[in-house]
C-alpha cells in the first residue's frame, strides 16, 4: 500500500477561524512533509517531519503550526490566516530523511480557501 | 546547489503522437532524478526514478526517461500519447540543499492531448 491520505478534501475558513489539516500514511515512512502548491506552480516545501521530530521549517509564519502525534499521522493547524493562504496543500512521506533516493508519496492535497 | 530546468511550460500532441517533456539539471554531485505526474485537483503522482542502476528508466503508463550526463538531461517520453495523459508533469532533483537532501522541483510541464 503506498497511500498517503488526507482530509478534508475542501476546506473554507474564515480568517479568523482556527482550523487543521490531517495526513496519514501507513507505510512505515519516518519522514513527511507538508507542502504549499498555488495555481500552475510546483509545490512549495513548508515542514519536514523525521522520526516525529521537526526537522525543516522553511520560514512558514507561525499562523501555520505543524504537529507529528505519531510516526503515522501529521498535522497542519491553521490560525488567522489570510487570502494569499488559499491553495493546495500536500502532504507526502518517504522511507527516510537522508537517502536522496527515497522517492517522494504524496497525498490528494487539501484545498484550502480563506474568505 | 541542485536545480531543474523545464524546457516548454506547455506542450501539446497529437493522440497517437510521441510525447517528449525536456529536463535539464544541474548538480554538483550525482543526482538523483524524478519525474512527477499532477492530473487536474489532484496530488502528485511517481512516473519514474533514476538512481543511477541504469540510465534508461521505465515508469508506469508507458513512460520512460533517459539519463545522459553529458547533456545534464533526463527527458520523459512516451511514444504513443493517450487523451488520459493531458496533465502537469514536474521534473525533481533531490540532493543536498540547505543542510539536507531536499526535492526541488521545476516548474512544470502542461501536456494537452488533442483527438
Known amino acids: 500500500d503506498t497511500e498517503v491520505t488526507q482530509t478534508p478534501k475542501h476546506l473554507v475558513m474564515g480568517m479568523t477561524n482556527k482550523k487543521s489539516l490531517k495526513c496519514e500514511q501507513h507505510?512505515?515512512?519516518?519522514?513527511m512533509y507538508w507542502y504549499k502548491q498555488k495555481a500552475k506552480k510546483p509545490p512549495e516545501l513548508m515542514f519536514v517531519?523525521?522520526?516525529?521530530?521537526?526537522?525543516i521549517n522553511e520560514s512558514v509564519p507561525s499562523r501555520f503550526s505543524p504537529e507529528c502525534p505519531n510516526s503515522s499521522l501529521l498535522n497542519l493547524h491553521l490560525h488567522a490566516l489570510q487570502p494569499e493562504d488559499s491553495a493546495l496543500y500536500l502532504c507526502?512521506?518517504?522511507?527516510?530523511?537522508?537517502?536522496?533516493?527515497?522517492?517522494?508519496?504524496f497525498g490528494p492535497g487539501t484545498r484550502l480557501t480563506v474568505t | 546547489a541542485q536545480s531543474v530546468t523545464q524546457l516548454g511550460s506547455h506542450v501539446s500532441v497529437s493522440e497517437g503522437a510521441l510525447v517528449l517533456l525536456r529536463c535539464n539539471y544541474s548538480?554538483?554531485?550525482?543526482?538523483?532524478l524524478f519525474w512527477y505526474v499532477q492530473y487536474p485537483n489532484q496530488g502528485l503522482q511517481l512516473l519514474l526514478k533514476?538512481?543511477?542502476?541504469?540510465?534508461l528508466v521505465k515508469g508506469i503508463n508507458g513512460f520512460e526517461a533517459e539519463f545522459k550526463k553529458s547533456e545534464t538531461s533526463f527527458h520523459l517520453t512516451k511514444p504513443s500519447a493517450h487523451m488520459s495523459d493531458a496533465a502537469e508533469y514536474f521534473c525533481?532533483?533531490?540532493?543536498?540543499?540547505?543542510?539536507?537532501?531536499?526535492?526541488?522541483f521545476g516548474a512544470g510541464t502542461r501536456l494537452a492531448v488533442h483527438p
Open positions: 507526502a512521506s518517504s522511507q527516510d530523511l537522508g537517502a536522496s533516493s527515497y522517492e517522494q508519496y
Open positions: 507505510m512505515g515512512h519516518r519522514a
Open positions: 517531519y523525521s522520526y516525529e521530530k521537526l526537522s
Open positions: 548538480s554538483s554531485v550525482p543526482p538523483y
Open positions: 533514476y538512481t543511477s542502476a541504469a540510465t
Open positions: 525533481a532533483v533531490r540532493g543536498p540543499s540547505g543542510g539536507y537532501n531536499k526535492l526541488i
